[in-house]
């Protein structure tokens, strides 16, 4: 089942009820999520994608705009009549219900032809937990669970009605480290099982990019960019998608477009036909560096640190918005220690340039 | 999935399911606010049927087709039921006995609480314990001994025997020690180090901190005193310290035959008045101290 | 915990509580039960220098007393009704109160009103709505006295009015508006508590609910109960220790009577019984009937807890 959102607007009341002007959380967003895919809804704290997933889910009413499950409008429905899943951030299980007790409840909400038997709701509850593995723990009460199992828990509990969108909140948010990437592992392979159209919501970029069919770049209540996580990646719409996405993060400095050529510092680092004269971001991935000592760009060099596979090259450029620079290289380079500068070549293809004013990005043609 | 079949939830038809929902969720909130609103009047019938009672003349009341306001309002029944239940002496009275025992039992409470919350002594866990237990015991078992005991101290018919035998509430202790107890222990220490007296620092940092507790204690107390029945008229039921309760209750059962209504009505509502105007300001803290201690007075 | 070396200061800070303590909470305690243990212990027969002898004859004769014996059952009577009706009651409002939003504040402020009322004056006005419209004391040539508006809605859908608490009235019907007013009285208190925890329970669990497509029966059944356990525990545990120690809604509605004015006595109560043993002198068999007060709540409150731990939610 497709979803569309249409100039979907929420807006609040301000939170100082003496303050008339009201909150936009969710500013005139509209994207379509196919069939089947898990899309993921990212951005800082504050930029309304949670408030986004509420309305899908319909727990939150909808200021303006409409909101489509396939060919149904469904925006003034409530979430008991969507058919939808949702994973809390906390999870929300029932405290007073055994884990067992928890998937079989919304089973037994359903009515008409959804109308299950008790063996029924038995026998697809068993094939639930398998799926998310907690077939041992079934009797269990939420408070004896960790982490990890509350959150297979508060999955199973929205799969196991099997939804027309399965909506999670941030559900990866309450677990440590290594338990998140072995989860989100998980969700994507019970994604990929179910083929239940997923929306995922997450501030974490590296989250998002590693499971999703599909990103959602949000910030403000404005969606940034929408596409394949390795399009938006590798093309960026603006600055803030840029910087969003990527770890080490992207370097950024000021530049200027001069005569057809984009100059750092008084460096010009490469051409750019078409473009208008005028001041500019550079955005530099950290893997566009490449060390050569006719490069182009000159940095002063700080030092070399080895994290695992790789090797990173620290330097500081007086342009730089950064504070230092962080280059990754894969080959072994040498740097003599004491070096003082240190030049790069740009791969022309991790570089990106955005005008100052509005941080657009300028596209070079060719 | 092989081994899991399942089908997702079957569609309906959304713009009919709109509608039902839109139906039912109306229907629900009409239905929920009908019955909060009977019900609230029903809880308020009686105080509106006493205002309206106590304005009326006795002929009207007695009417045998209600009316629900006055063709006359009588003013005047108000200053006879002041008359009649002779409200002004039992007003000084309960005023007397309840700001006194208000005081007294503040000091007391403070100083037990601050004792058990900050001070170390052998035994405290015992005795706390001990106190709390009195707690389960219906008081009426206390009130046998008691009255012999203001009897033999030859207590009765003065406002002492109203006083002193309620001072000490283990439950405001209680209240007011798990009040203490949140204050960091830390501030304590430094005033120790500051060199502040026990005496000034419970003064100056703990009373002002507990001070939504205290004025919760100070409420209840107060509406005790306005409502006890029992005590006062077991042992103080003379004219010079009689209680408000206690009096409003004798004043129209004494009167044998012809009970004027409409004068009684003004009457209770003379002594419910003053709960009402503390109940309109101290709303916030009567709740608070209500929600807590499941007694009343 | 700073540990003091001068521990008299502590006990300085507790003596005047300890003292009026000692006086009238541990005392009594001890001397009631020794009260109830002397055969026909007499308070002021006891200051004219007489002795009694140890035994349980206060108990045997408590039990045996028929007065004693109807104001256990009127007791046991208004406890059953009042408790579960007002927790439902209660209960009801507090959860349509907790899902509204306009007039929530001014309906729970009415709600809490009854609270703050003297008990005996409420009742007084109760008393004046449940009046019958006829004689009062039954007399030939007595005049027509008053008119109780409850009798006169009956009237006006057609009913026949009910003699509720006048002379000749029916214990059922004496019941009846004791229940009711009962009620009125103890809803604020339960609401506030309900109210309460429904206010403490995460809103997550009703979203849950909510998207899982249950039906508001269903929530308020499966979420809201369980979860509110607890709360309703305290309230029924609370509810029946005040329905034990009823007297004074009684004294408001019937006056000393404790009944009406044919059958004086009729609606009395185990505390009313103390009351009325200790005024005749009679200590030992009111600390009997005292001490057996006491054992009838602690069952009560010890079957509560039981039976709210099985049932109790987490």
Redesign the interface.
Known sequence: ?KVVLENVTKRFPNRDKKIKTEVTAVNNVSFTIPDGKLIGLLGPSGCGKSTTLFMI???HKITEGKIF??E???T??????R????V?Q?Y?L???MTVKQNIM??M???K???KLTKEQMLE?TM??A??VQLDGLLER?P?ELSGGQQQRVAIA??LV????VLLLDEPLSNLDARLRLQTREEIRRIQR??K?TTVFVTHDQEEAMSISDEIVVMKDGVVQQMGVPQTVYQDPANLFVAKFLGTPPINVFTGKVSGGALYIGAEKIMATPGVADQDVYVGIRPEGFVVSDNGCLTCDFRQVETMGGFMSVVSTHENSENPIIRSTVTDDIKIAEDAKTVKFDIKPNKIYIFNKETEERIRIEG | MNDVKMETMSEKDMRRVAVRQAIVKGLVKFGVYAFLIIMALIVLFPFYWMINSSLKTLDEYRMSVPTFWPHKVMISNYASAYKTANLGKLFVNTVIVGVVSTILSLIITVLSAFAFARLEFKGKDMLFAGLLATMMIPGELFTITNYGTVTQLGWTNTYTVLIVPFLVSVFYIYLLRQNFLQIPNELYLAAKVDGTSDLKYLWRVMIPLALPTLISITILKMMGAWNSYIWPRLVANDAAHRLITNGLRNAFTETTGDVNYPVQMAAVALVSLPLFLVFVFLRKYIMQGVSRSGTKG | MVNSKHQWKAWIYLAPAIAVLLVFTVWPIFNTVRMAFLENYSGLEATNGATFSFGVGNFVKVLKYKRFISCLKNTMILCVLTVPISTILALLIAVGLNSIKPLQKILQTIFFLPYVTNSIAIGMVFAAMFNIVGAFYGTENELIVTAGIINNVIEFFGGTPVNWINYGSQYSANIAVMTVYIVWNALPFKILVLLGGLQSINKQYYDAARVDGSSRRRIFARITVPLLSPMLAYVVITGFIGGFKEYTSIVGIFGENMGPADDAGRLNTMVGFIYDSLSTNSQGRASAAALILFGIILVVTLLNLYVSKKKVHY
């Open positions: 089942m889910c319909g727990l499950f396939g149904d409008d469904v003034n429905l409530s979430p008991e009549n058919g939808v899943g949702l809390f906390n929300a029932y405290p007073h409840f919304p037994e909400n359903f008409g032809e959804d697809r094939q639930v398998k799926l009460k408070s509990r929205a009605k099997m939804p027309r099982e179910t239940i």
